[in-house]
Nanobody, 124 residues
Framework: VQLQASGGGLVQAGGSLRLSCAVS????????MGWFRQVPGKEREFVAA????????YYAESVKGRFTISRDNAKNTVYLQMNSLKPEDMAEYFC??????????????????WGQGTQVTVSS
């Protein structure tokens, strides 16, 4: 299983970005998916997750109401729409796949595959 994240970039505070994560694997529709972020010197933190079916989503409190996670199982892709970006959202964003449980959650341990990061920079 390979994950390829894209869509990061430089945006002004209040702006929007959409991250994409393309996933290889014949059973993507069975994977729970998550987005995490990390800034230098800090631990990786949970941002959002979605179950294998897409019927349930979960968000960190800091992004609720501003970020939306979604998936397109036909395209083997998960998205993170980020609106009303703040300087504190600036980080490297990582997508991850939970191929065992398919539930998607806020914990790092269930995720067994990770993509490379994509940098999001928010200017104030």
């Amino acid at each position: 299983v390979q994950l390829q994240a894209s869509g990061g970039g430089l945006v002004q505070a209040g702006g929007s970005l959409r991250l994409s994560c393309a996933v290889s694997g014949r059973t993507f529709s069975g994977y729970g998916m998550g987005w995490f972020r990390q800034v230098p010197g800090k631990e990786r933190e949970f941002v959002a997750a979605i179950t294998w079916s897409g019927t349930s989503t979960y968000y960190a409190e800091s992004v609720k109401g501003r970020f939306t996670i979604s998936r397109d199982n036909a395209k083997n892709t998960v998205y993170l729409q980020m609106n009303s970006l703040k300087p504190e959202d600036m980080a490297e964003y990582f997508c991850a796949a939970d191929t065992g449980y398919g539930l998607g959650c806020s914990l790092i341990r269930p995720y067994d595959y990770w993509g490379q990061g994509t940098q999001v920079t928010v200017s104030s």
